[in-house]
């Protein structure tokens, strides 16, 4: 099964409103990233949180880590028309000698802001 | 800097055949992973190259391979198409190892097998 599970899996808000995303994930982590993902194209990175430190912002965007809960939460305040998209997290998890690890995907949010 | 580019960018074909797709990542970026993209499974690691290495793999059939080549231009490539491989295939570099830097995706190659 998926390392990372979101929620909720669907989204649906006025703009202006802030939407919350949470993620959980099931073994240690070395980091947490969330990206968002336009219909059908590529991912955008959007931030990266390590696993010693708990809160992180960037501009409109405020990622949280609970490692003891093994938790995250994205928060986008005043959304507008142009966050719509699917926002997605993953987990990068440390491998053995000789391995890079891997980076982990959940399912994703689906995010919809209407105007 | 230009980003991460994929072609061919939508591709059409029929079982049984083979195809191959390309990724050019971010000047300066080594490592390069492949992703694909279903509905249904969500996003799923393929593999990872490193200096024309492969580092790490997913749990894909051996109809999967891939390279990198020196430059650090990679193709992926999957023989005896089936149905089920119609999926977006995205390619991401990053500067270091995969569980610890971010990714950079490519816009994707939109592949449909009928």
């Known amino acids: 099964s998926q390392q990372g599970e979101e929620d909720p899996q669907a989204l649906s808000i006025q703009e202006g409103e802030n939407a919350t995303m949470n993620c959980s994930y099931k073994?240690?982590?070395?980091?947490l990233q969330w990206y968002r993902q336009n219909s059908g194209r590529g991912l955008v990175h959007l931030i990266l949180?390590?696993?010693?430190?708990r809160e992180k912002h960037s501009g409109r965007l405020r990622v949280t880590l609970d490692t003891s809960k093994k938790s995250s939460s994205l928060l986008i305040t005043a959304s507008r028309a142009a966050d719509t998209a699917s926002y997605f997290c993953?987990?990068?998890?440390?491998?053995?000698?000789?391995?890079?690890?891997?980076?982990?995907f959940g399912q994703g949010t689906t995010l919809q802001v209407k105007p | 800097k230009a980003g991460v580019t994929q072609t061919p960018r939508y591709l059409i074909k029929t079982r049984g055949q083979q195809v191959t797709l390309s990724c050019s990542p971010i000047?300066?970026?080594?490592?390069v992973s492949w992703y694909q993209q279903t509905p249904g499974q969500g996003l799923q690691f393929l593999f990872e190259?490193?200096?024309?290495?492969?580092?790490n793999k997913g749990n894909f059939p051996g109809r999967f391979s891939g390279r990198q080549f020196s430059n650090s231009r990679s193709e992926m490539n999957v023989s005896t198409l089936e149905l089920g491989d119609s999926a977006l295939y995205l390619c991401?570099?990053?500067?270091?190892?995969?569980?610890?830097?971010?990714?950079?995706f490519g816009p994707g190659t939109r592949l449909t097998v009928t």
């Open positions: 993953a987990t990068g998890v440390k491998g053995g000698s000789g391995n890079t690890g891997k980076l982990i």
């Open positions: 073994t240690s982590i070395n980091n």
């Open positions: 949180i390590r696993s010693n430190e």
């Open positions: 991401a570099s990053s500067l270091g190892e995969l569980a610890s830097y971010e990714q950079y």
């Open positions: 190259y490193f200096s024309e290495t492969q580092r």
């Open positions: 000047s300066g970026h080594r490592s």
